[in-house]
């Protein structure tokens, strides 16, 4: 049997063995006892709702796990990508044109798969808990965008990779990752007034009491207003939110209106000087500038592998080309990927302490910042008990009463 594929069925077995083993102990993590932190919060009956919507996901997305993971599998083992790539030279045209063939049928594929789980999650599961407000026509609408977004974005990166590995030679990695970088930089400078406002509505926070109570606070701190809004979230989901997009002119702090909804202003001011934290602390730029090196990482080890004649035959297929290279190499890359998902994700839980510590400082109401995370956490039925090692694979905030604690001992400091 092919090495590669020995290595490629093993990596898919060992990431489903353990998420499978993750998913059992966040669920035997499950305590029927409410923490006292949230009496007043949750009461008895809302609590086990929590759970039964943490066990409802959790099984669901075991199911949904399953079936990829077979799919794929039988996929890799009975050749479809050789015949995915046989359809695709059909057309006889040149090695980017038929990559981007290949790769439109792979993922065109792939996302009307999971189609089914998606309308499943979203009308049967959030609408059962309550928390599903989105239309069929937007869900529609909200497909077909991302279709389309995803065709131009993913289509010019996927020809640039293509274009550059097909002619520099041993420095094509270097190029490309310069060009690539280039490219990303300049997604994630126009995403909030380009790529956003397809999805959503963005309004300049209105006049009025909370816009007053923010702009004393954003004068302090040297904070110009003109970068705070308000997006309908609810157009999809009661559930709420707040997040620090962008960098440069079109950066932006986004209060979802379901948040504005369900809390006081004094709390609104400490989740938005949680915010502005994030970008005093430069935060999303160090996440750029790790992505960026991960990425530079990555081609790297993808240039050792562009059209290894091993990997090809592991995939069953006739003929070799850089496009199909692309997409076997994700296959080796996934515990890599997973390595660097951990990390980022380590970061982002240290960046959560550090906004907390900023705004604690800064506006001075540790209280109320308690309240507004509780709030939060309770409309959002989330779980108070996750797992250390589910924490440690997937979270990108602390569990909320992990927070809590930094906030209380923050605020005892002298
Ligand atoms: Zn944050």
Redesign the pocket.
């Known amino acids: 049997m092919n090495i590669y594929l020995i290595i490629i069925l093993t990596i898919l077995l060992v990431d489903y063995v353990l998420d499978f083993i993750v998913d059992h102990l966040n669920i035997k993590n499950i305590d029927p006892n409410l923490p006292p932190e949230f009496a007043g919060y949750y009461d008895a009956a809302k609590y086990r709702r929590s759970q039964e919507y943490l066990k409802e996901n959790t099984n669901f997305g075991l199911f949904t796990n399953t079936f990829f993971t077979v799919i794929t599998i039988l996929f890799v083992l009975l050749g479809g990508f050789n015949l995915v790539d046989l359809v695709a030279r059909h057309f006889r045209q040149s090695e980017i044109i038929t990559g981007l063939i290949f790769a439109a049928i792979m993922i065109f594929g792939s996302q009307v798969l999971s189609l089914p789980f998606s309308v499943y999650g979203t009308f049967v599961i959030e609408e059962k808990y309550g928390f599903n407000r989105t239309t069929v026509k937007t869900f529609i609408l909200d497909i077909l965008k991302s279709w389309l977004l995803t065709a131009l974005i993913g289509g010019a990166a996927f020809a640039l990779v293509i274009w550059f590995f097909a002619r520099s030679g041993a420095w094509a990695w270097v190029y490309c990752w310069l060009a690539l970088t280039v490219f990303e930089l300049f997604i994630t400078f126009i995403a909030p007034v380009v790529i956003m406002p397809l999805f959503n509505k963005f309004i300049p926070l209105p006049e009025g009491e909370l816009r007053s109570a923010i702009e004393d606070y954003a004068r302090k701190q040297g904070f110009k207003m003109k970068g705070i809004f308000t997006m309908d979230g609810s157009r999809r989901s009661s559930k709420s939110n707040a ?2 997009t962008g960098f440069g002119r079109f950066r932006r702090i986004v209060l979802f209106d379901t948040l504005i909804e369900k809390h006081m202003i004094v709390e609104l001011v400490t989740v938005l000087a ?2 502005i934290g ?1 970008y005093k602390k430069k935060h999303i730029f160090k996440q750029i500038l790790l992505s960026l090196t991960i990425s530079a990482i990555m081609l790297f080890i993808l240039s050792r592998f562009i059209n290894n004649p091993g990997l090809f035959q592991a995939f069953r297929m006739q003929e070799i080309s850089i496009y199909a290279s692309l997409f076997f190499f994700g296959f080796l890359f996934s515990p890599l990927n997973l390595f660097f998902s951990i990390l980022g994700n380590q970061l982002s839980r240290r ?2 302490y550090e ?1 907390d510590a900023y705004a604690v400082s800064t506006a001075g109401q540790p209280e109320a910042m308690i309240t507004a995370l509780k709030k939060l956490t309770v409309d959002n039925l989330g779980n108070l008990t996750p797992h250390p090692l589910n924490v440690f694979l997937h979270y990108t ?1 602390p569990p909320v009463l992990e927070r809590i604690k930094a906030i209380r001992k923050l605020s005892a400091k002298p």
Request: charged fraction near 20%.
């Open positions: 997040f620090f949680h915010e994030h960046y959560e906004a905030h």
